[in-house]
């Protein structure tokens, strides 16, 4: 299965937050050929000539490194009503991504229809109901709306890109909510204008860079020039390139910055309504932007409200050619605050290996940190398995891991269960809401004492991973919660050329269908960072003299001997025993035979008659879960003739 991967850097602390971008697998691109069919709606209406008229020719520059452009040029247009903003013909525009996106069929009436035909997943069918599916989306200028079928079109729309992730991770089965996922946007509660000129259908440049690019591509005007970008660059490339540009003035751009902002945030930011914000439109206002008298006033004031969010992942990549200096505001949110204060506390800054581990044999056990989820993942842990299924606790610490790609989430998962993994996500603008199940039964550690250590830098796809534990119950949650972090990232292009990251429309739950943006709960809280020794003592002192045995001896048969066991459990909260009786040659220490007694506390074993010349040794062990860690621990020991 090919997996998508996006990233999004926390600037201010220079730790690098990984989210996955995961396409919701619904369907997969068909190859067809782009086709245009017109329809000319005759009118009586005199036009305007200089509704619409030639703007400069942008020259296309790649700096995408995932995507091959092939196209060298792009023509821009000037809209009477707004020409301080760069339209584009959206017919050409399109065009100009050929070979990034899937081919489009096109269709002009009064409308601009847009549609292409997509084979579904094999995995994906059974639930679909159908072996293809079409999205359509429909551009409609006399009332100002963009339509979809299906809002997921927008981040389906790419060719895959040149680099594939293969996974072993097998997809099981899928579960869909059956809800409608067509939306209409009206772009008139924006002041934002599609314009139809002569059979031909104009937006502005920044709108078709949201809706007509995919979730993997952005454009970037600056001068003469139309940068495409992937989610892969290194947005260096970019900034080194930035040269302010005289004509454009404050007063052009404020308004049309605000209103994509409320459209943005309204229609393409995952956390809306779990914030319970009806629309960022009204929230905004607070915010004055329209009072900005210069790029750098208006920039603080968008950090203001960045900050109010209190999500990390919602951040400023860059603000642009226009203000090139930009330096972030140090103030901290909440999140924020607890984030420094835990990643200090657990000294994380000295963590520079994506995987470490440290040994404690006197307790059988081993501590596995992973610092961050990213595409080594696989191959780290699978040389760690052999140093840790040798431990009878394995501890996995991801109190210093911000995040990561959610592949790798999903097959250290793997080492703790054999059975399915539900990875649910939803859309919140749609409600619809989507469950795979995943699995891979080679590489689970049998019978071992699972413990995940988290704090307040366990964030994004670390938090998801936690989350999961819960879910399956799969291991002892010690720490400090989580720190949350549920959606995979988006960015976005501003009209005046800022670059933000946000929390996308791939919403992560728990199976309650709960959103896991606050974090999850531990099971025991701990000071950090942990002393492992007195963690490992004190937990082998929990378990220590678990049990008093009595037994009694009787003969039964010629031969045979028949001992009956009563076990007094020293602690109530030591639960669900399961005790195994070994016959064991006291020379070779080889098991001759083995019985277990689940949930007994009395019971009764007849000794088989065994023919050998060495002592026998009868030992007698009890298997506990406490805090869902279980425990074996050697009760009675004793030789027999």
């Not at 930011?269 to 629309?279: A, D, H």
């Not at 090139?324 to 505001?329: A, S, Y």
């Not at 990232?489 to 946000?502: A, K, Q, R, S, W």
């Amino acid at each position: 299965m090919r997996k998508r991967i996006i990233w999004c850097a926390n600037l201010l602390l220079f730790v690098l937050v990984i989210v996955a971008c995961h396409n919701t697998g619904k369907v997969t691109t068909t190859n067809e050929t782009t086709t245009i069919v017109t329809t000319t709606i005759t009118t009586t209406t005199t036009i305007d000539e200089t509704l619409i008229t030639e703007g400069k020719t942008l020259t296309l520059r790649d700096l995408a490194p995932e995507y091959k452009v092939t196209k060298s040029s792009l023509k821009t247009y000037v809209y009477k009503n707004q020409p301080e903003v760069t339209y584009v013909n959206v017919v050409d525009f399109i065009d100009a991504l050929e070979g990034i996106l899937v081919d489009l069929q096109i269709e002009k009436t009064n409308t601009l229809k847009l549609t292409y035909i997509a084979d579904v997943p094999i995995e994906y069918q059974e639930a679909l109901g159908v072996p293809t599916y079409t999205y359509e989306m429909i551009i409609d200028a006399d009332n100002d709306t963009i339509y979809f079928n299906d809002f997921d079109m927008i981040k389906s729309i790419n060719i895959e890109p040149s680099t594939e992730y293969l996974t072993r991770l097998e997809l099981k089965r899928v579960e869909l909510n059956d809800v409608d996922s067509s939306i209409t946007i009206d772009l008139k509660n924006y002041n934002m204008d599609i314009v139809r000129f002569k059979d031909e259908f104009y937006l502005p440049l920044y709108l078709t860079n949201l809706f007509l690019t995919g979730e993997n591509i952005h454009v970037y005007e600056m001068g003469n020039e139309l940068y495409v970008l992937d989610y892969t660059m290194d947005v260096n490339e970019l900034t080194k390139r930035f040269k302010q540009e005289e004509s454009l003035t404050i007063d052009d751009i404020k308004h049309h910055t605000e209103n994509y902002l409320a459209l943005y945030f309204d229609y393409f930011y995952g956390l809306k309504t779990f914030k319970n914000v009806t629309s960022y439109k009204e929230v905004l206002q607070e915010y004055k932007l329209s009072e900005a008298t210069s790029f750098q006033e208006l920039h603080q004031k968008i950090e203001k409200f960045i900050y109010d969010l209190n999500d990390l992942h919602t951040s400023i990549i860059t603000a642009g050619y226009m203000d090139k200096d930009f330096k972030e505001n140090q103030a901290l949110n909440d999140k924020m605050t607890r984030f420094q204060k835990d990643y200090n506390d657990n000294i994380c800054k000295n963590r520079r290996n994506e995987m470490v581990y440290e040994k404690y044999n006197n307790y059988q056990a081993v501590v596995l940190q992973i610092n961050q989820f990213s595409l080594e993942t696989r191959e780290l842990m699978e040389i760690a398995k052999d140093i840790i299924k040798d431990y009878q606790h394995i501890v996995f610490d991801i109190s210093c891991n911000p995040g990561g790609n959610l592949v790798g989430v999903l097959e250290v998962l793997t080492y703790l269960t054999n059975k399915e993994i539900p990875f649910t996500y939803s859309n919140p603008i749609t409600g619809s809401t989507v469950t795979e199940y995943h699995q891979l039964t080679d590489q689970y550690l049998r019978n071992k004492a699972f413990y995940i250590y988290t704090s307040g830098v366990t964030y994004s796809a670390a938090n998801l991973f936690v989350s999961i534990v819960q879910d399956l119950d799969l291991a002892y949650v010690i720490g400090k919660p989580s720190l949350g972090g549920a959606s995979a990232v988006n960015y976005t292009v501003l009209p005046d050329g800022m670059i933000l990251c946000t929390s996308g429309l791939m919403t992560l739950t728990n199976k309650e269908g709960v959103i896991i943006e606050d974090g999850i709960q531990v099971d025991r809280e701990l000071k950090l960072p942990i002393n492992w020794y007195s963690f490992f003592s004190e937990l082998e002192t929990q378990f220590r003299n678990s049990s008093i045995v009595e037994h009694k001896l009787n003969e039964t048969e010629v031969g045979k001997k028949q001992i009956e066991f009563t076990i007094t459990r020293t602690r109530e909260d030591l639960l669900n025993p399961i005790y195994t009786l070994k016959v064991i040659n006291n020379r070779t220490h080889q098991t001759i035979t083995s019985v277990q007694f689940t949930n007994k506390d009395n019971f009764s074993y007849t000794l088989p008659k065994i023919v050998t010349d060495d002592t026998l040794l009868l030992e007698l062990s009890v298997k506990y879960t406490f805090n869902k860690v279980s425990f074996v621990e050697v009760i009675y020991l004793e030789e027999v003739d």
